[in-house]
């Protein structure tokens, strides 16, 4: 049987920190059972973030300024490996422009309901309700095309092992905590 308690990173980008919505977005993990069993608040440098986005996320971060320029109307004259290297760049200069709050959640099928809760990468095809959808509607091919980075307030870990990965990249484990909260009774009677 699949565990059903999960741990997921989530990280509260320059942008909502500047923006102090910081509160309000943790309040919406809270408020559907999810535990922070570990959070920090640090300014990242480049070294670090290039840790956490790899120069593998490239192609991923071409194809999907690709989509956004196409629905959007941008059209561009770079050649698409020149226009990931850019958004790369914009993204790890975006990272690191200002404090990030890390966070660890737990919580039943946490990387899911967490993605959920945060929308898609690109705002603007966001769900209101979502984090995104609800304080930012920017596309990433506009932020892109701006050099601006990817202004999309929160970054989630993508699956478990992602999770994995990226926890024990930003965490030590004893900065990580087991509690039992108000929610655990109600999923885990006994």
Same mark, same amino acid.
Request: hydrophobic content about 40%; cysteine-free; proline content about 4%.
């Given at each position: ?8 990173? *989530? ?9 102090? !919505?910081s =509160?309000?977005?943790? %309040? ?5 059972g999810? $535990?922070?069993? =570990? ?5 990242i440098?480049? +070294?670090? #973030?290039?840790?956490? @986005?790899?120069?593998?996320?490239? /192609? ?6 690709f ?11 770079? $050649?698409?490996? &020149? ?7 914009? !993204? !790890?200069? @975006?990272?690191?422009?200002g404090?990030?709050? #890390?966070?660890?959640l ?12 945060? =929308?898609?990468?690109? /705002?603007?095809?966001? #769900? /209101? =309700? ?8 920017? %596309?990433?091919?506009y #932020?892109? @095309? ?6 999309? !307030? ?5 699956? *478990?092992?992602?999770a $994995?990965?990226?926890?024990s990249?930003?965490?030590? +484990?004893?900065? &990580?905590?087991?509690?039992? %909260?108000?929610? +655990? ?6």
């Open positions: 049987m699949k565990e059903m308690i999960e741990r997921t990173l *989530v990280i509260i980008k320059p942008d909502g920190v500047k923006r102090s !919505l =509160g309000e977005i943790i %309040s919406r993990f809270e408020k559907v999810l $535990k922070i069993v =570990g959070m920090k608040m640090v300014w440098n480049k +070294d670090f #973030a290039k840790k956490h @986005y790899p120069e593998a996320l490239i /192609p991923v971060l071409t194809e999907k300024t989509l956004d320029y196409d629905a959007i109307g941008i059209k561009v004259n770079e $050649k698409r490996e &020149l226009v990931g290297k850019g958004a790369y760049e914009d !993204l !790890l200069k @975006y990272i690191t422009e404090p990030v709050i #890390a966070m660890v737990e919580g039943v099928h946490a990387v899911e309901v967490v993605r959920k809760l945060v =929308g898609s990468t690109s /705002p603007y095809k966001s #769900a /209101p =309700g979502t984090i995104r959808g609800d304080f930012t509607h920017i %596309s990433m091919g #932020a892109t @095309y701006k050099k601006m980075g990817g202004r999309n !307030l929160i970054h989630a870990s993508g699956t *478990v092992e992602e $994995k990965k990226e926890i990249l930003w965490f030590k +484990d004893n900065e &990580l905590h087991s509690f039992k %909260s108000v929610h +655990d009774e109600h999923i885990m009677p006994n």
